[in-house]
């Protein structure tokens, strides 16, 4: 099967961005396909490489990173909620593209099932 | 369809929303508490009696690793609420359908 | 693979329903949620608003988000059916909670009771909440 997963909230701040990694690992080690991620509102967040956890804790945003590279995810992040946020193409980490809302509807259709993480 | 509910019932009224509208669907609608949504189970909560009569129909789920890292051992949760991990949060979404999350 | 997605997405008409259950303002998801309504427009589809809960009070009449320098954007949702977006569902049961009625909403909309609401949800394929 495949999934869309749309996360909401920032990452660090809220359990939203964590559950959403756990639930695509999941569904990935199950068989399915995650084809993309799209990323929305405070989301974004999850995309900015810049960001440096401390030694001890998760790093959020290369998981996604691996998650793309090793499964072939698409990380969309919408261009108005980025933007708005200061986030741009030079801080994106890598597997991470700026795009529309149009990319959430369109794997909202494609997708067998849309999963949405949020507050 | 596979509700989920991730705040605690205590603080906001998204859990008691939830339910109304769960009763009013046919059997095959489910219900997963995620996050702090885990709290809802609790048996001392004021959720309890409703979620019981949806756990004793085998409709009511709850996140295990989201139980364990807030310390909410099973014995604190109200009978017959089964307890699931990530790939059985994956498997209610692909046997029940649309996931509604009540964010 | 982006290929193979538009060809399915020109075939595919799903029901789309978004979840408006958040007041307007003081978070951004009510505005964001009008966002996707917007461009799902595009993608041909058999879309509906539901409101409920707080939700209902994004439609509130006489809302004025100057002195707060934010965006008016209840007058948008009289827009929508001009995108052929004319499914809006707005439950009775949150209305009487908030001591409103369809009267006091920017829009015409199918105001339903709880139960109907319910069914509404469960035949859905596509669920987008905010």
Redesign the interface.
């Known amino acids: 099967m495949q999934f869309a997963i749309?996360v909401?909230e920032s990452p660090y701040q809220h359990q939203a961005a964590d559950s959403a990694y756990h639930f695509a690992k999941a569904a990935i080690a199950m068989g399915h396909r995650v084809?993309r991620v799209f990323f929305?509102?405070d989301g974004v967040h999850n995309a900015n490489r810049l960001q440096e956890p401390q030694q001890d804790d998760r790093n959020i945003v290369q998981r996604w990173s691996q998650l793309a590279a090793d499964h072939?995810v698409?990380l969309v992040v919408c261009v108005?909620?980025a933007l708005r946020r200061g986030v741009k193409d030079e801080i994106l980490a890598p597997g991470f593209r700026i795009s529309?809302?149009?990319q959430?509807?369109?794997?909202?259709?494609?997708a067998d099932r849309?999963v949405?993480f949020?507050? | 369809?596979l509700h989920t509910v991730n705040k605690s019932p205590l603080q906001t009224?998204?859990l008691d929303?939830c339910l109304?509208?769960?009763?009013?669907?046919?059997a095959e609608?489910r219900l997963l508490l995620i996050e702090d949504g885990v709290y809802g189970a609790l048996a001392a909560a004021p959720s309890a009696t409703t979620l019981s009569d949806l756990a004793n129909q085998g409709r009511l789920y709850v996140l295990g690793p989201d139980l364990s890292a807030r310390g909410v051992a099973p014995e604190a949760l109200i009978a017959g609420a089964e307890i699931v991990d990530y790939e059985g949060f994956v498997q209610l979404i692909v046997d029940y359908g649309?996931?509604?999350?009540?964010? | 693979?982006n290929d193979e997605?538009d060809e399915?997405?020109a075939s595919?008409i799903?029901r789309?329903m978004f979840?408006n259950?958040k007041a307007p303002h003081g978070?951004?998801?009510a505005l964001?949620a009008l966002?996707?309504v917007l461009?799902?427009a595009?993608?041909d589809?058999d879309v509906s608003l539901a409101f409920?809960?707080d939700g209902v009070l994004q439609l509130r009449k006489g809302q004025d988000a100057k002195a707060i320098e934010m965006k008016n954007f209840a007058p948008t949702y009289r827009a929508l059916e001009g995108y052929d977006i004319e499914k809006l569902y707005v439950e009775r049961e949150s209305l009487e909670a908030r001591g409103m009625t369809a009267d006091d909403l920017v829009v015409p909309v199918e105001v339903v009771d709880?139960?109907r609401?319910?069914?509404l949800?469960?035949e859905?394929?596509?669920?987008?909440?905010?």
Do not use: C
């Open positions: 749309l909401n084809p929305y509102m072939d698409d108005a909620a529309g809302l149009g959430l509807v369109e794997i909202g259709i494609e849309l949405t949020g507050d | 369809m009224r998204d929303s109304l509208h769960l009763e009013a669907q046919s609608s649309p996931h509604q999350a009540w964010v | 693979m997605f399915d997405a595919t799903k789309f979840v259950r978070t951004i998801y964001e966002e996707v461009i799902s595009a993608f589809q409920l809960d709880r139960a609401m319910s069914a949800m469960s859905q394929d596509v669920i987008m909440s905010f």
